[in-house]
Protein backbone atom coordinates (compact mmCIF):
# COMPACT_ATOMS: atom_id res chain seq x y z
CA UNK A 1 0.00 0.00 0.00
CA UNK A 2 1.14 3.48 -1.20
CA UNK A 3 -0.24 6.63 0.21
CA UNK A 4 0.67 10.13 -0.62
CA UNK A 5 -0.14 12.89 2.21
CA UNK A 6 -0.15 16.35 2.38
CA UNK A 7 -1.60 18.66 5.24
CA UNK A 8 -3.05 15.60 6.85
CA UNK A 9 -5.09 14.40 3.87
CA UNK A 10 -4.80 11.99 1.74
CA UNK A 11 -4.57 12.72 -1.91
CA UNK A 12 -3.64 9.27 -2.89
CA UNK A 13 -3.80 5.44 -1.79
CA UNK A 14 -3.30 2.45 -3.87
CA UNK A 15 -2.12 -1.24 -3.65
CA UNK A 16 -0.67 -0.95 -7.17
CA UNK A 17 1.94 1.70 -8.18
CA UNK A 18 4.88 1.93 -9.89
CA UNK A 19 8.16 2.96 -8.82
CA UNK A 20 10.57 4.94 -11.00
CA UNK A 21 14.14 7.20 -10.24
CA UNK A 22 12.80 6.80 -6.39
CA UNK A 23 9.51 8.37 -7.09
CA UNK A 24 5.98 6.59 -6.86
CA UNK A 25 3.38 7.20 -9.72
CA UNK A 26 -0.18 6.26 -8.28
CA UNK A 27 -2.49 4.74 -10.99
CA UNK A 28 -5.16 7.54 -12.00
CA UNK A 29 -8.23 6.20 -10.16
CA UNK A 30 -6.00 6.38 -6.82
CA UNK A 31 -6.34 10.29 -6.81
CA UNK A 32 -8.67 12.04 -4.32
CA UNK A 33 -9.22 14.08 -7.60
CA UNK A 34 -10.70 17.13 -4.87
CA UNK A 35 -7.78 18.24 -4.29
CA UNK A 36 -5.97 18.54 -7.95
CA UNK A 37 -5.73 21.23 -9.96
CA UNK A 38 -4.51 21.85 -13.58
CA UNK A 39 -1.42 24.01 -13.47
CA UNK A 40 -0.10 25.36 -16.67
CA UNK A 41 3.58 24.38 -15.95
CA UNK A 42 5.28 21.75 -18.40
CA UNK A 43 8.25 20.08 -18.09
CA UNK A 44 10.63 17.75 -20.16
CA UNK A 45 12.94 14.75 -19.30
CA UNK A 46 14.83 13.35 -21.92
CA UNK A 47 13.87 9.69 -21.19
CA UNK A 48 10.33 10.11 -19.67
CA UNK A 49 9.10 12.41 -21.86
CA UNK A 50 6.55 15.96 -21.25
CA UNK A 51 5.20 16.30 -17.99
CA UNK A 52 2.07 18.30 -17.09
CA UNK A 53 1.59 19.51 -13.43
CA UNK A 54 -1.03 20.19 -11.07
CA UNK A 55 -1.43 22.28 -8.16
CA UNK A 56 -2.73 20.07 -4.94
CA UNK A 57 -5.28 22.24 -2.92
CA UNK A 58 -6.68 21.39 0.84
CA UNK A 59 -8.44 23.65 3.01
CA UNK A 60 -7.82 26.12 0.78
CA UNK A 61 -3.83 26.08 0.96
CA UNK A 62 -2.35 25.76 -2.44
CA UNK A 63 0.79 23.43 -3.07
CA UNK A 64 1.98 24.96 -6.61
CA UNK A 65 3.07 22.47 -9.01
CA UNK A 66 3.19 19.35 -6.20
CA UNK A 67 1.97 16.59 -8.41
CA UNK A 68 3.09 15.52 -11.91
CA UNK A 69 1.96 13.33 -14.87
CA UNK A 70 3.19 11.86 -17.91
CA UNK A 71 0.05 11.65 -20.14
CA UNK A 72 1.90 10.87 -23.50
CA UNK A 73 5.26 9.00 -22.27
CA UNK A 74 7.97 7.85 -24.56
CA UNK A 75 8.20 4.40 -25.05
CA UNK A 76 11.13 3.63 -21.91
CA UNK A 77 8.43 5.20 -19.23
CA UNK A 78 5.39 3.72 -21.17
CA UNK A 79 4.43 1.90 -18.23
CA UNK A 80 4.02 5.49 -16.17
CA UNK A 81 1.24 6.63 -17.84
CA UNK A 82 -1.28 9.26 -16.62
CA UNK A 83 0.15 8.13 -12.66
CA UNK A 84 1.06 10.50 -10.50
CA UNK A 85 4.07 11.27 -8.29
CA UNK A 86 4.52 14.10 -5.99
CA UNK A 87 7.35 16.32 -4.02
CA UNK A 88 7.22 19.78 -2.78
CA UNK A 89 6.96 18.18 0.84
CA UNK A 90 4.29 15.58 0.07
CA UNK A 91 4.98 12.81 2.40
CA UNK A 92 5.06 9.08 0.30
CA UNK A 93 4.32 6.52 2.92
CA UNK A 94 4.90 2.95 1.99
Known amino acids: MARA ?5 VLAESDTFEEVEGN ?3 P ?8 FQES ?12 SYYDV ?14 RE ?5 KEIEDHVAF ?3 VTVER
Open 57 to 70: VVDGKVNKDAAWVY
Open 73 to 77: PKEAA
Open 28 to 35: PASLVRAH
Open 5 to 9: IWEGT
Open 24 to 26: VYF
Open 40 to 51: ATHTTCPWKGVA
Open 87 to 89: WRG
